[in-house]
């Protein structure tokens, strides 16, 4: 019973890798539908997701921590399913944006870095016994990341407002977003450029 406690952990987390497509699927759905009930059905699923999803990524690091459960597995899938869950979303944005920059260079920044760094930790594994844990600023642009998805749902509850303040807000985290993404690859990347230099 212990080891089966010891993995409700890393099976929040891989939760959380089909949260995130899954939760863009039926926004990308709510979007396209014509009838307001239909959408309002997806686009609540969609919400559903989300926030579960955001919620294993408050929850499975601390009952790791808490069950003494944590695992080279953990500490390697954890931050891949969190690009997997926002990288879902983002690029629903995107499509959704039609090709306005303000929305796809962001969007297109963040997903690129996170397969260049995943790629890099991914290539690491055999040289590397314990995954290299994710730095402070990498967890603070997962959290700006959440928010700003988070937000997009609220942009709903301004639908029928004149006022752009909200959709300006939710651009603004976006390119937060993307420069703590800039930001952190560079980090990540300079000591081993000097390595290998």
Avoid: H
Wanted: proline content about 4%.
């Amino acid at each position: 019973m212990g080891s089966l406690v010891k993995i409700i952990p890393n099976l929040l987390t891989l939760f959380r890798l089909i949260a995130g497509p899954a939760g863009a699927a039926c926004l990308w759905i709510s979007a396209g539908s014509l009838m307001e009930a239909e959408a309002l059905q997806w686009w609540s699923l969609a919400l559903a997701f989300f926030i579960t999803g955001a919620l294993t990524d408050a929850l499975d690091g601390w009952l790791a921590r808490r069950l003494d459960a944590v695992s080279r597995f953990g500490a390697l899938i954890d931050p891949i399913a969190d690009k997997v869950f926002v990288a879902g979303f983002l690029i629903v944005f995107a499509f959704l944006a039609d090709g306005w920059i303000m929305i796809t260079a962001p969007v297109a920044a963040i997903i690129a870095r996170d397969a260049l760094i995943t790629g890099l930790r991914l290539s690491q594994l055999r040289k590397e016994r314990i995954p290299i844990p994710v730095s402070l600023a990498a967890k603070a642009k997962t959290v700006v990341e959440m928010i700003a998805i988070g937000w997009f749902f609220v942009l709903r509850l301004f639908s029928d407002s004149d006022s752009n303040w909200a959709y300006e807000v939710w651009v603004a985290l976006l390119w937060i977003a993307a420069a703590l993404s800039l930001y952190t690859a560079i980090v990540y990347l300079l000591p081993r450029r000097s390595k290998t230099g």
